[in-house]
Nanobody, 121 residues
Framework: VQLVESGGGLVQPGGSLRLSCAASGHTDSMHCMGWFRQAPGKERERVASIDSEGSTSYADSVKGRFTISQDNAKNTLYLQMNSLKPEDTAMYYC????????????????WGQGTQVTVSS
């Protein structure tokens, strides 16, 4: 499975961005896809995930502001980010796995290269 993120960039506080993750390869076997982020000097954390039944989970810090969704026909995962804050600045990664759908990055087998999101005025 190959994952390629896009959509990052520089945005002002309060603004919005939509990240995309195009998946290719043996995507039919994927149980879970998610977004993680890592800010400088911090550990990588799960932002949101969605499993094969459509159940979603979010980090408390993004609930009500971010929405994860997927277009199965296009094999694409999205992360709509609204009301962005400077503390959302990080490298955002798309991840996927055949079995798990938890918050631990070490459990995910497939990763994209990341896309940078910077929230600054």
């Amino acid at each position: 499975v190959q994952l390629v993120e896009s959509g990052g960039g520089l945005v002002q506080p309060g603004g919005s961005l939509r990240l995309s993750c195009a998946a290719s390869g043996h995507t039919d076997s994927m149980h879970c896809m998610g977004w993680f982020r890592q800010a400088p000097g911090k550990e990588r954390e799960r932002v949101a995930s969605i499993d094969s039944e459509g159940s979603t989970s979010y980090a408390d810090s993004v609930k009500g502001r971010f929405t994860i969704s997927q277009d199965n026909a296009k094999n694409t995962l999205y992360l709509q980010m609204n009301s962005l804050k400077p503390e959302d600045t990080a490298m955002y990664y798309c991840a996927a796995d055949d079995w798990v759908c938890d918050e631990y990055d070490e459990d995910y087998n497939y990763w994209g290269q990341g896309t940078q999101v910077t929230v600054s005025s």
